[in-house]
């Protein structure tokens, strides 16, 4: 279902918009009991909940889902993940805090919890051009103004697709240091054996050619030779600083999840509140 802000205002009015829509998605294929297995199932005690015939496990709409135990209505739950998968930029706990009339701790454990359903499936493996770089980010404090200065810094590498007409999906994680032992688990995440991988002349990824034959070296140049790369790096930056003030190394992973979740779906914008919610009630542990 793809929905554009009118529409979306259309569709869910109420809770019980929102619990008929989420049963949907959940029970979309077969229902199956969590305790038995059984697949006949008839009305719970909650509005849209399912019985199971045989052995009586009622279970509710949004049990096992990102939505369990929801501090607010399912309405607000559902207007913050559309603004947060669909505005360009998302929206930081206090800009929700505020829009919501929400406590920002309660606004900001449920983005935590709509950013690990934005986690890449990593089934799509990167098979073209590829380049690759890291990069540091500084200590920024959402709620604090300007930056601190005690020099904390989070390395991250990260790949972006090369396309003839442009550029494609991109991925990026945090890495304890710039070296081929740390390179590794991300490449073999997120880029093909095939693909024509470019990097600059760092002796860290010299051990990766083994295995990725087509990886080739070239002197940076600044950026030059890297444009659309460093951009792309300098739009994530720039995203931390005027939305997210502060990301602390344990958080900021998610924070890199939910800037590529929306970049590289950034083509089906009409369809990622949808996509973002099936996560949020599939994917959700």
Not at 119 to 126: A, D, L, Q, W, Y
Not at 136 to 150: A, F, H, L, P, S
Not at 196 to 211: A, C, F, S
Not at 220 to 232: A, V
Request: glycine residues 6%.
């Amino acid at each position: 279902m793809g929905l554009n802000s009118i529409e979306f205002h259309r569709r869910f009015q109420s809770d019980e918009d929102c619990l008929e829509y989420l049963s949907e998605l959940k029970w979309s294929d077969i229902y199956s009991c969590r305790k038995c297995g059984c697949d006949r199932y008839c009305k719970g005690r909650t509005q849209f909940s399912r019985r199971c015939i045989k052995c009586g496990y009622d279970e509710s709409v949004t049990a096992y889902t990102a939505f369990e135990k929801c501090k607010f209505s399912l309405l607000v739950a559902f207007h913050i993940v559309f603004k947060i998968s669909t505005k360009v930029k998302g929206m930081s706990s206090r800009e929700l805090s505020n829009e919501f009339d929400l406590r920002q701790k309660t606004c900001w454990s449920f983005k935590r919890k709509i950013q690990q359903c934005m986690t890449s499936s990593r089934k799509h493996k990167i098979v073209g051009k590829v380049h690759i770089d890291e990069f540091y980010i500084g200590q920024y404090e959402e709620n604090k103004v300007g930056r601190t200065t005690d020099g904390k810094k989070k390395l991250v590498i990260v790949a972006l697709e090369i396309l003839d007409d442009g550029v494609g999906r991109a991925y990026a994680r945090i890495i304890e240091n710039a070296s081929s032992k740390e390179f590794r688990p991300f490449f073999e995440d997120y880029i093909s054996n095939e693909a024509q991988i470019v990097t600059d002349e760092w002796r860290g990824y010299l051990p990766l050619k083994k295995d990725y034959p087509l990886l080739t070296q070239l002197p940076s140049k600044k950026g030059s030779n890297f444009k659309e790369l460093h951009l792309h790096i300098m739009n994530i930056q720039g995203w931390l600083r005027g939305i997210h003030h502060h990301c602390s190394k344990e958080h900021l992973q998610g924070y890199l999840d939910e800037f590529h979740f929306r970049y590289n779906r950034r083509a089906y914008m009409g369809t990622i509140f949808n996509v973002t919610l099936n996560k949020m009630v599939k994917n959700s542990k």
